[in-house]
């Protein structure tokens, strides 16, 4: 194995491993962002002010309806959960109204509605 210090050894400082560590990964992910952008306008080319105008039109109408339909959805959940109260309510009350007509038979039944 080569040291330093022998003769055909092998002088590296630090901070070139360290620049080339985090160089290399760096300019190969702007590399590829670059190459992206180039190829994006490539196929799509430039945009007019008309163009562009109706893109937003057509992205405002997609959340429109996305916001609709999701505020439908949650409506709905609304509902659902009202209804469970009220079910909830009504058999509650048929509990408390079957305990009243009937007296406990057990001293244990007596504690558990105290």
Known sequence: MLKPDQPGGVHVNAVYLILLGLG???????????WRLRYQRQVGGPLTETEIAARIVARQEELRQERAARDEHLAGLIAHLLQ??????S???AVDASRKSQPAQ???ERAIRL
């Open 84 to 89: 469970s109260a009220v079910d909830a309510r």
């Open 106 to 108: 057990h001293p244990a």
């Open 24 to 34: 290399v990964p760096i300019l190969t992910f702007s590399g590829l962002w670059f």
């Open 91 to 93: 058999l509650q009350d």
